[in-house]
């Protein structure tokens, strides 16, 4: 018998459709289209606007479109896995609301929180469920409403910052396709680098966090920069020196979207020359922290054939980051 592997056997994405464009932000803080773009590579976001709508309301989305793309009936489904920084609520698991709304009665599921690294992580978590032999059918959703914690009066962060979500399925492989290997990182180092303060059990809500805004995120933006360019390099080409690939093995990088600088300079020292194999979708709609990855793979999906060697990476607040050599499963 072959080793079994995990390999991802469908993808499904979400967006809402309200639009929140650089012109726009150049009317509520001190900015401009020219400098978001030239800094970071965005033009434009989506928002959902909906105050009785939540994170699990994106990732329902995202995991319905793979259930109508492959016909699959959701009590088939082992285990939902949920990665996100802005659940619906602090105590009861979005997660579990997401199975009960598609319908994954035989499913269980949890929410995963590793910043911008969580979908990545939660792959790895998933491909060891089904490598074990136990479950067969695992979905791994990464999804955030970033715009429920986001000050639009600071333009450190608002400018970033944008709702998606996207989900792929992950099932067993004996063909050798499938998750490879994987480097997967962390260091407290940035924890106060990236963050909301308030809202834990270190500062617990009061009317006093709310006056002074501490429930939304703040981050030093020089020092999350120079560690995400560094690490999130050095690891990528940590994972093709172990896996023997050349930059003409790999046929696609799929590079958490936080900064097109940052998608660069990764792609540089991987020396990835053709801009055609580097994933971008980062002007159209920012930084989806935990739905950036799933929402490439969604995007690009047609373009990946049977075999494609796909390099994941991600760096996020914690800090969290880390790299993950893939074969692509199917073809479109």
Known sequence: MNKITAAITAVGGYVPEDVLTNEMLEKMVDTTDEWIFSRTGIKERRILKDP?????????????EILRKTDLDPKEIDLIILGTVSPDMPVAATGVHVATEIGATNAFSYDLQAACSSFLYGMSTGAAYIESGRYKKVLVIGA??????IDYTDRTTCIIFG????????????????LQDEILRCDSIGRNSLKIAAGGSLIPPTKETIEQKLHYVRQDGKTVFKFAVSNMADVSEEIMKKNNLT?????????HQANKRIIDATANRMNLTDEDKVLMNIQRYGNTTAATLPLLLSDYEKKFKKGDNLIFASFGGGFTWGATYLKWAYNS
């Open 52 to 64: 009785d709508k939540g994170t699990s309301y994106l990732a329902i989305q995202a995991a319905k």
């Open 144 to 149: 955030d409403k970033m715009s429920s914690i």
């Open 163 to 178: 709702d998606g979500a996207g989900a792929v399925l992950m099932e067993p492989n004996e063909e050798g396709l499938g």
């Open 247 to 255: 930059n003409e093995d790999v046929n696609w990088l799929v590079a």
